[in-house]
C-alpha cells in the first residue's frame, strides 16, 4: 500500500521547515539524499542533516543504501520506514471481530477473528478485543514494535470527533459510550473509532482505487450501508450518519415493516435477513443469513433470483446516490457481494438504466477487491492518516528526543 499525502513542500524555498514537515516528503516510499531533499525544499544543508538525524533517532525514517558517488564517499538515502510502528485494528460486526496488527502500510503482521454478539454490550465486547490484541502484540515476540495508535470500525453511526456510538439500532447499550476512553485505559495510544462501512471505504480506496478521489463503497449484509470518498476525503455528514442507504424507501416495499418502524426501507427487502425470511418463505426450508451465499454457490435457482432482486433493490436506491453524487467507482462488499456476481449483477442492471449516460459514461462499479480485509486495512489507514502527519511526527520527534 503507498501511502499518498500532500507534501507540505511545493517546490518553492520553505524556511524553519520541521522534521514533520520534512517527513511529508518521504512518504511516498523514494529513497533521497540530503542533497537532494536541500534542493527540493530550499533549505540548508545543515539544516537537512539536524532534521534527518531527528527522524533517522525516530525510526520512521531508515537509510536505505547508497546513492552514486560524483567524487569522494557515496551519499546515503533516507526513506520512510513502515516498520517503525504498529497499528492495531478492530473490524466490529454484528456478530464478528477482526482484529490485526499492521505496519504503517497496511501490511498485516498478525490477524484473528472471533465471534461476538455485539448486543451484549460494550464492556464485554471490549473486554475480549482487549484480552485478543494483548494476545496478537504477544505473539509477535522479539519482533513486537511500538504500537502507535488503534483504529476501531463499529456496525452503526458514530460522532466521529469522540468515536461515541450515536443510537446504532443494532447496538443496544452502546449510544454515547466512550469507547476511546475505555480500550485507552488498557492502551496508553491516540484510539480511532468511526462506522464500519466508512473504514471499508477508506481502506478499498487507499488499497485498491488510490487514484479515484469519488467513491461509494456499499457493504451489504445484516444491514445495507454506504461509505462515501468525495475529493479523496471521507464524507461523514453533520452527525455522522452520511450513507445510511438501509433506510432509503424503494418502491417495491410499500408495504413492508422495517425495523426501524418505517415502510419500505432497503434493508427490509435487501438486507441479509430479509432475504433469508423469503426464501424461508418460499419453501427453502429454514433458511438463515448465513446460509444464503452457500446456496447461491450451489447454484439455488430461488437463492440467485432472490440475490439478483435484492441487486435491483439496491441499485434503484444507488441510481439516485449516482445523480447526486457522481461518483467514478461504486464497489460492493459485504457478505451477500461475496456470493459470486449476481448481486453485483442486479445492481448494474438498474444503475446503468436508471442513471444518466453523463453520469455513468465512465462509472464503474465493482466487487470489493479488499473482500474481508477491508475493515482491517481502513481501521489501520484511519490511524495512520493522523499519526503520520506533520504535527504527530513533530510531537514523537520530540518525545524520543
Not at 492495531?88 to 454478539?117: F, K, P, Q, W
Not at 426450508?285 to 444464503?292: F, K
Not at 436506491?317 to 462488499?333: K, Q, W
Request: aromatic content about 4%.
Amino acid at each position: 500500500m503507498v501511502i499518498t499525502e500532500s507534501s507540505a513542500f511545493t517546490g518553492s524555498a520553505v524556511t524553519g521547515a520541521r522534521a514533520g514537515d520534512l517527513f511529508q516528503l518521504l512518504l511516498d516510499g523514494t529513497p533521497r539524499t540530503r542533497a537532494e531533499l536541500a534542493v527540493l525544499t530550499g533549505l540548508a544543508r545543515s539544516t537537512i542533516a539536524m532534521r534527518v538525524d531527528s527522524l533517522l533517532a525516530s525510526g520512521f525514517v531508515s537509510a536505505v543504501g547508497e546513492a552514486a558517488s560524483s567524487g569522494g564517499r557515496p551519499p546515503s538515502r533516507f526513506a520512510f520506514n513502515p516498520t517503525a510502528r504498529v497499528v492495531l485494528a478492530v473490524d466490529l460486526g454484528a456478530s464478528h471481530c477482526v482484529i490485526a496488527i499492521t505496519t504503517l502500510v497496511g501490511t498485516v503482521l498478525a490477524s484473528l477473528r472471533t465471534e461476538i454478539a455485539i448486543e451484549t454490550g460494550p464492556g464485554p465486547v471490549l473486554d475480549l478485543v482487549i484480552d485478543r490484541a494483548h494476545q496478537l502484540l504477544d505473539s509477535l515476540g522479539d519482533g513486537r514494535a511500538e504500537l502507535c495508535g488503534i483504529g476501531i470500525g463499529l456496525p452503526g453511526p458514530v460522532e466521529h470527533t469522540t468515536g461515541r456510538p450515536a443510537n446504532p439500532p443494532i447496538m443496544p447499550g452502546w449510544h454515547d459510550f466512550d469507547v476511546p476512553g475505555y480500550v485507552r485505559r488498557a492502551f496508553d495510544v491516540p484510539v480511532l473509532v468511526d462506522n464500519d462501512v466508512n473504514i471499508m471505504a477508506l481502506g478499498e480506496q487507499r488499497t485498491h482505487w488510490p487514484t479515484q478521489d469519488n467513491l461509494l463503497f456499499i457493504k451489504a449484509a445484516t444491514g445495507i450501508g454506504a461509505g462515501i470518498i468525495g475529493n479523496g476525503q471521507l464524507q461523514r455528514g453533520a452527525m455522522g450518519t452520511a450513507g445510511d442507504l438501509g433506510h432509503v424507501r424503494v418502491a417495491r416495499g410499500s408495504y413492508v415493516t422495517c425495523r426501524c418502524g418505517n415502510i419500505g426501507c432497503l434493508e427490509a427487502l435487501a438486507g441479509a435477513p430479509a432475504i433469508a425470511a423469503t426464501l424461508t418463505a418460499g419453501g427453502a426450508g429454514e433458511v438463515r443469513t448465513g446460509d444464503i451465499v452457500a446456496l447461491v454457490e450451489r447454484g439455488d435457482p430461488h437463492a440467485v433470483a432472490a440475490l439478483r432482486q435484492a441487486g435491483r433493490d439496491l441499485g434503484e436506491v444507488l441510481a439516485t446516490c449516482v445523480s447526486l453524487l457522481n461518483p467514478s467507482v461504486i464497489v460492493l462488499g459485504g457478505s451477500l457481494a461475496a456470493a459470486g456476481n449476481h448481486l453485483l449483477a442486479g445492481v448494474r442492471e438498474v444503475v446503468y438504466h436508471r442513471s444518466l449516460p453523463l453520469a455513468t459514461a465512465h462509472l464503474t462499479i465493482a466487487r470489493s477487491r479488499s473482500a474481508d480485509d477491508a475493515g482491517i486495512l481502513g481501521a489501520s489507514m484511519l490511524v495512520v492518516q493522523q499519526v503520520l502527519s506533520a504535527d504527530a511526527i513533530e510531537s514523537a520527534i520530540t518525545l524520543h528526543a
